[in-house]
């Protein structure tokens, strides 16, 4: 049987309100409109169903991530593009994550916290400062911001099409997609 294109995974960080899962959403329409097998992995989605037993506590997060990368490394290794988008706040998971799933692609939705806060799609950051929910990212729970990802969007400046865009130019370049003609 003839092989098809290999897999790999996009993982993308970042504050809650970054952007993750609009980006995510964007790059799986273009990726599909390229022929490609792309799937969503989003955070809340999984927090429903794979992760319903975990709450928000270091090792509940780091558990979280650990189910997600194995979900993802199943994807990557049959041809197709998970694309994660998972706050992910330690360094340690995504290391973890990465050393699992081999073609890893690290993408930090770089949205400074003020941006955030201001967008605050899920009213969580409210309710954070209000005293109301504790172990808030970028509140009262720490976010490593990656050293170095593979590739950084600016979801300020760039538009969710600009920055899914960028990232998949990024890909091209950097020969894990084959160039748009
Ligand atoms: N340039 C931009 N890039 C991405 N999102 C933007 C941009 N400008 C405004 N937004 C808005 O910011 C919000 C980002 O929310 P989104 O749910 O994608 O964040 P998230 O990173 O998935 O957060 P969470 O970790 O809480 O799930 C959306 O409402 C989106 O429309
Ligand atoms: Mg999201």
Redesign the pocket.
């Known amino acids: 049987m003839p092989r098809g294109p290999e897999g790999f995974c996009l993982w993308l960080t970042?504050l809650?309100?970054?952007?993750?899962?609009?980006?995510g959403k964007v790059l799986v329409e273009r990726l599909t409109e390229r022929g490609r097998f792309a799937e969503l992995l989003d955070?809340?989605e999984i927090r429903r169903g794979l992760s319903a037993d975990l709450g928000f506590d270091r090792a509940s997060r780091e558990a979280h991530a650990g189910r997600v990368a194995f979900v993802a490394k199943l994807l990557a290794r049959n041809g197709a593009i998970p694309i994660v988008?998972l706050?992910s706040p330690y360094r340690s998971s995504r290391a973890r994550a990465r050393a699992e799933i081999g073609r890893f692609v690290e993408v930090y939705?770089d949205t400074p916290l003020e941006v955030c806060e201001r967008?605050d799609?899920?009213g969580l950051y409210r309710r954070a400062r209000a005293g109301e929910i504790r172990e808030m990212t970028g509140i009262d729970d720490p976010y490593e911001a990656p050293e170095h990802p593979e590739i950084v969007v600016d979801?300020?400046r760039?538009?969710?099409a600009e920055?899914a865009a960028s990232i998949l130019a990024a890909l091209e370049r950097t020969g894990l997609l084959p160039g748009a003609h």
């Open positions: 970042g809650p309100s970054a952007g993750k899962t609009t980006i955070g809340d988008a706050i939705v967008r799609v899920k979801a300020v760039l538009s969710p920055s």
